[in-house]
């Protein structure tokens, strides 16, 4: 998986009719695990500030241009995305970057244009309008945090992340286990099993799949690598990988709920710029996690749960001028929430934070 920055930037040089040299960007950035520190020395130091966590970057030759979105409050890389310069079919991207013909899941964005989610390795794809024979936009590489609430889908805990025995629909995880006669589907990059339990429940054909540990390949020493099979004739022993079969849930499993959002929403909201108010949240959970409604008047818009976390937006606010970015987290047992919000003046060119605080209902 942290190879597909650099062969995001190599499709570009490649569509471009332009020489595809070695890029710097291979196996050197990962949303989620490097930070700030880690873009600098990989891509230099930002040449637009967008808002408070989204910088550009000096492109390389064939891309129109390269933003790094950070974690709110932190150094850590939520999100690289790559601009083309021109439409590319979505024939050309999906071979290169060997993704499935089926996306895991698609959308429309604020701006109605097609957006597919891969979930592994996870790439956003984004398209020029609302149709996928349009060619594609931009390449979103995302952490997976982001891509769950993208999703509007429950973020696994370390522990699930870590663990895929946890997740319902397969088997005990088997360390120092690997599959003779394994009929491989498909295989990619990553340091997480449950980035392989996501990919083999997202595929109807595989039975089973091998997590190879990083550094169990000389080649390739600090990264790890998953395999989804169809089939598979034996188990055996191996120090090389964890191995887990698809099959019904571990025993003593226990389904755990979640209090809904729905309600009317009370509280206070102070900014950054000094400024404080009271709003009212009208919010409305569907069953899949979609969060719509309103906030004193203004439209939710991609609004999403995930866990405790609700995530939202607003677009064009204040005469036109100002997008926000919300997270609302609800308390364990429903009455209370608190959250924070990011702001960005495209008049004033100046970018904000807010917080919601003991918000009721």
């Known amino acids: 998986m942290t190879r597909m920055i650099g062969k995001v930037i190599a499709l570009t040089l490649v569509l471009a009719s332009l020489c595809l040299p070695q890029s710097k960007y291979n196996n050197q950035l990962q949303p989620g695990i490097n930070t700030r520190a880690d873009a600098a020395r990989v891509l230099g130091q930002p040449i637009r ?3 408070a966590t989204q910088f550009e970057y000096s492109p390389p030759p064939g891309v129109k241009k390269v933003v790094v979105e950070y974690r709110n409050g932190s150094s850590v890389i939520e999100r690289i995305e790559v601009y083309f310069i021109e439409p590319v079919s979505r024939k050309a991207v999906l071979q290169k970057l060997k993704l499935p013909q089926q996306a895991d899941a698609t959308r429309t964005n604020s701006e109605g244009k097609l957006v597919e989610y891969f979930t592994a390795p996870v790439l956003v794809l984004t398209y020029a309008t609302a149709e996928g024979t349009s060619g594609v936009m931009s390449l979103g590489y995302y952490s997976r945090e982001l891509f769950d609430r993208a999703l509007g889908k429950k973020q696994r805990s370390s522990e699930t992340q870590n663990n895929p025995a946890s997740t319902p629909g397969f088997g005990p995880e088997e360390d120092n286990t690997t599959f003779q006669g394994a009929t491989t589907l ?8 449950g980035h392989c339990a996501d990919a083999c429940a997202a595929n109807p054909q595989c039975k089973a ?11 390739n020493p600090n990264n790890g690598v998953c395999y989804l099979s169809s089939s598979f004739k034996k188990k055996v022993s ?5 191995s887990v079969v698809k099959g019904e849930p571990r025993p003593g499993a226990v389904a755990t709920s979640i209090n809904s959002a729905s309600g009317r929403w009370t509280g206070t909201w102070t900014n950054s710029r000094k400024e404080a108010g009271n709003s009212t949240l009208n919010l409305n959970e569907q069953g899949d996690g979609t969060i719509t409604g309103d906030e004193s008047g203004w439209t939710i818009e991609n609004g999403h749960r995930s866990g405790s976390m609700l995530t939202w937006e607003y677009h064009n606010k204040n005469n036109g001028c100002r997008d926000y970015q919300v997270e609302f987290e609800i308390s364990a047992d429903g009455s209370t929430a608190n959250g924070t919000y990011k702001a960005y003046d495209h008049c004033e060119n100046q970018a904000y934070t807010g917080t919601y605080r003991n918000y009721r209902r």
């Open 49 to 51: 500030t967008l808002s």
């Open 238 to 242: 191996d120090p090389c990988c964890t």
């Open 209 to 219: 799949y091998t997590f190879v540990k990083p550094g169990a390949y000389k080649s």
């Open 186 to 193: 498909r295989y990619f990059g990553t340091n997480y099993l």
